[in-house]
């Protein structure tokens, strides 16, 4: 069964970094795009980026471009978003999801981890 | 990046009855690489339909889709209980892949 399992909720102060991650389990890890995608309390969906774990090619959503970065270390099947720096528009849930290729729907998704940014 | 436009923002209807959901695209959406998703609330999306009309496994065929282009429909042909929930389309043809608004669809 193809699972992705992410990280628990975290609360962090503005200008704090953090790493979130998403284990995958069930499948070649490897072998398929792992992408990123935001929903702010409330809204809607918002595609941030997807990596290869397999060669770690990264594409970046420009809105998002600079903002977080998207990395992957296959040994242990786990792809990561981290921040340098927090802000509080960062609060948000974090959705990781499988995609076969960068060009197919994201068919299986993560729990989601919800990200809180206060001081 | 091509923004997609759901209408209506909210659809209130009762089981049993029929949901038309619409998305347009500002631009031409390449290879009819558009999907539509079912979210409920605390639960990640759901894939319902990709490809513009094929259903992901395990979907009932109540739900269809059609379209092409810039303009897209989601059917739902008659609502069950669980069917109440937010629908997300999507674009992953062009990069950025985007997500429309979501259409809420409530008990009347």
């Known amino acids: 069964e193809v699972q992705l399992v992410q990280s628990g909720a975290e609360v962090k102060k503005p200008g704090e970094s953090l790493k979130i991650s998403c284990k995958g389990s069930?499948?070649?890890?490897?072998?398929?795009?792992i992408g990123w995608v935001r929903q702010m309390p409330g809204k809607g969906l918002e595609w941030m980026g997807i990596?290869?774990?397999?060669?770690?090619?990264?594409r970046y959503n420009p809105s998002f471009q600079g903002q977080v970065t998207i990395s992957a270390d296959k040994s242990i099947s786990t792809a990561y978003l981290q921040w340098s720096a927090l802000r509080a528009s960062d609060t948000a849930i974090y959705y990781c999801?499988?995609?076969?290729?960068?060009?197919?729907?994201?068919?299986?998704w993560g729990q989601g981890t919800l990200v809180t940014v206060s001081s | 990046e091509i923004v997609l436009t759901q209408s209506p923002g909210t659809l209130s209807l009762s089981p049993g009855e029929r949901a038309t959901l619409s998305c347009r695209a500002s631009?031409?959406?390449?290879?009819?690489?558009f999907a539509w998703y079912q979210q409920k609330p605390g639960q990640a999306p759901r894939l319902l339909i990709y490809?513009?009309?094929s259903r992901a496994t395990g979907i009932p065929d109540r739900f269809s889709a059609s379209g092409s282009g810039t303009d897209f429909t989601l059917t739902i042909s008659r609502l069950e209980p669980e069917d109440f929930a937010v629908y997300y389309c999507?674009?992953?043809?062009?990069?950025?892949?985007?997500f429309g608004q979501g259409t809420k669809v409530e008990i009347k």
């Open positions: 631009q031409s959406v390449t290879s009819n690489y």
């Open positions: 999801a499988r995609q076969t290729t960068v060009e197919t729907p994201p068919k299986y």
């Open positions: 999507q674009q992953y043809g062009s990069s950025p892949q985007t």
């Open positions: 990596i290869y774990p397999a060669d770690s090619d990264t």
């Open positions: 069930g499948y070649s890890f490897i072998n398929y795009w």
């Open positions: 490809g513009a009309s």
